[in-house]
């Protein structure tokens, strides 16, 4: 999730409009009017969180990524304006951002990302946010490490595991979520 020039959330993985649209450009620097414009394949456009949400009702969860700072109040805010009552998870690398989703709601669901270099105490956070959850690149997992985080009672979620051998190891290792560009590999 990421915050058009005018300060509206919309749902984009990447900081740049260029690779699932017919335009190009960041997408920090457009106007919602703009963004709505563009064309992301099959007539479709990139959604609001206000839009997603409401498409979402109770029929599926959704693990909202914050991708970039100052965004976590709003979200927590357009979540409970909507009303939207399905399971929901924040989720960001950015932890002082998760501080804030935390402050705006102490019940909300979070998860710790973790990039592949791992912090000195990767605990510490998940510990500090009273994370439920918490995720690591496939790559950075290992036995013990799945060991503490289950031992402390939280799930632990791998991103993005796209081959059929490292899906096969994460199964095998026992995590708890599977992250992946081909749903129908796991």
Known sequence: MRETSDGHLVLLHDDTIDR??????????????????????????????????????????????????????????????????????????????????????????ILVLHHRRLPPDPIADVLALNAAYVGFHYSSITAALLKAYHDLGRQVFTYTVNERQDIQRMRELGVDGIVSDYPDRI
């Open 20 to 109: 699932t649209t017919n335009k190009s450009g960041t997408l920090a620097d457009m106007t919602l009017e703009q963004v709505q414009r563009l064309d992301a394949g099959n007539w479709q456009r990139i959604p609001t969180l206000e839009e997603a949400l409401d498409i979402a009702g109770r029929a599926i969860g959704v693990i909202l990524e914050l991708k970039v700072e100052g965004i976590g109040n709003e979200a927590c805010a357009i979540v409970k304006r909507t009303g939207f009552s399905g399971p929901l998870i924040y989720a960001s690398f950015l932890v002082e951002e998760l501080h804030r989703v935390r402050q705006a709601d102490p019940d909300a669901r």
